[in-house]
């Protein structure tokens, strides 16, 4: 199989597999979720045995695949401008084309999305995959396609990823599908269904194969990696009902992270997302244990009011938050950790506001993503709730959570000047093509001058200045992890 790399329109380095007597053209795009990013691959492994070599070029495509996200409006307007563009090339340069939408928008509008997008020709939820060789067929033969059932059992542990947006250094592992918590702002229950954990042996035979090519740190993804509990298959609600043996040998998230640090001790490994509720000390335990599990947890908590909490189905307090921060900060002192936060959730007061710039004063986050609240359709949320915070009121509140953020971010990066730390060299600096840019252990960005180092090198920089995302440094030579 050949390898080519392209340069996607971020400028990240892409990993193209050209399997060869492979006549057809694939040309994916995805939005939303990292998860989505890693559907893809799966798709595109799919595919490949199809008949399908994976493209950079729209105007050559032989189909077109859009991998959605409903989280927000905006992100389902993303997609509809796509397909605009798409229909653009379809009518003007390439009338062969066909077009197809998957992911979690594909699930949320089902066959709607045939009345309304003409250019489409199939729909095709997260679950239904391995579905799209009959789809396809039925494409061919004129009709439109459709599969958008959820599973209670699919993970696609059996397939190997083909990895397209990669830098042949980082790759996305799956680990979970789905999500129980039911948060009332939320559409991934009803677009990925109910949460199943992956059989633990595929996720250590993937990982060390992607060791094996070369790469030097993944990211273990889903919904909610904390709930992560396999014991032979089947639900994480159904486990109560296995049977003595089986609930002797699950395996449950700490324990998988001690599995895989184990497995590639030169390995790095991160995991993304976490969900307070669920975010056990073992997990911090496992963390502070290995060297190779970096120092960073995205753990989201949407709002710092106990009473927009139960408004949001978040099933912690302010209270408890706290306690599993000072408990992450004491086991592991130098832990980034990063935020969500939701400004302008229904019912919201300023006082709601007040507790939630508080929280992130007792935090100090190092890094977040924040968002004005957005209504999404079949939500609790939407069902049973006004949207009745002024768009002003909301954009007022999402600045003043944002400007806070800046700030918070810039101290926790100058505290890191002066410090000498290992950073795995991913690509080329955005600013300039003498400097490299990778990450430390707690996630941030660290720029340096080239030298004589290379990509996928763990290099030890000395850490001179930074800006609020970005530290900017020396490298003073290899670090023992290569």
Not at 239 to 258: G, P, R, Y
Not at 333 to 348: H, K, L, N, R, V
Request: net charge negative.
């Amino acid at each position: 199989m050949e390898k080519i790399i392209n340069e996607n329109k971020q400028g990240q380095s892409l990993t193209l597999d050209k399997k060869e007597g492979n006549t057809r053209k694939l040309f994916i795009e995805s939005y939303g979720c990292q998860m989505n990013f890693s559907d893809s691959e799966i798709v595109a492994s799919i595919l490949n045995e199809q008949g399908y070599n994976t493209t950079q070029n729209l105007e050559e495509a032989d189909l077109v695949l859009v991998n959605t996200c409903s989280i927000r409006d905006k992100a389902e307007q993303t997609v509809r401008k796509r397909l605009e563009k798409y229909n653009a090339v379809k009518q003007n340069q390439n009338p062969n084309m066909k077009v197809g939408v998957l992911g979690c928008m594909a699930e949320r509008l089902k066959s709607k999305f045939l009345e309304e997008e003409k250019i489409v020709d199939l729909v095709v939820g997260p679950d239904a995959y391995k579905d799209l060789p009959n789809l396809l067929a039925e494409v061919e033969d004129g009709r439109d396609a459709i599969n958008v059932i959820l599973s209670k059992e699919e993970t696609y542990g059996d397939i190997a990823p083909v990895r397209l947006n990669t830098n042949g250094v980082t790759a996305f592992v799956s680990i979970t599908r789905g999500c129980d918590n039911m948060c009332t702002f939320c559409v991934v229950p009803f677009t990925r269904g109910r949460e199943r954990s992956r059989d633990p042996q595929s996720i250590i035979e993937e990982i060390n194969d992607l060791w094996n090519k070369g790469y030097k740190e993944v990211t273990l993804l889903g919904q909610n990696v904390d709930s992560f509990l396999w014991y032979g298959g089947g639900l994480k609600k159904d486990f109560e009902k296995a049977s003595d043996m089986q609930k002797a040998t699950a395996v449950n998230f700490a324990m998988l992270l001690d599995m895989c640090a184990n497995a590639q001790p030169k390995m790095r490994f991160r995991f993304s997302t976490s969900n307070p509720q669920d975010f056990t000390m073992d997990v911090i335990e496992a963390m502070a244990k290995h060297r190779n599990i970096c120092n960073y947890i995205h753990l989201p908590v949407q709002s710092g009011s106990n009473r927009i909490l139960k408004e949001m189905n978040r099933l912690h307090t302010r209270e408890e938050y706290f306690l599993l921060i000072d408990n992450i900060k004491r086991l592991i002192p130098d832990c980034a950790i990063s935020q969500d936060m939701i400004a302008g959730f229904p019912t919201e007061t300023e006082e709601d506001h007040q507790d939630t710039l508080s929280l992130m004063a007792y935090v100090k986050y190092d890094f977040g993503f924040m968002f004005a609240y957005s209504e999404r359709p079949g939500t609790l949320a939407e069902r049973k709730m006004e949207d009745d915070i002024p768009n002003a009121i909301k954009k007022r509140r999402l600045n003043e959570i944002i400007a806070l953020q800046q700030e918070h971010s810039l101290m926790r990066t100058k505290q890191h000047i002066g410090k000498t730390e290992e950073v795995l060299i991913e690509k080329l600096s955005k600013r300039s093509d003498q400097h490299w840019s990778g990450r430390n252990t707690q996630n941030t960005v660290v720029v340096f001058p080239k030298g004589d180092y290379k990509v996928g090198d763990f290099v030890n920089v000395k850490i001179t200045d930074c800006t609020s995302a970005t530290l900017i440094g020396e490298a003073v030579g290899y670090s023992d992890n290569n």
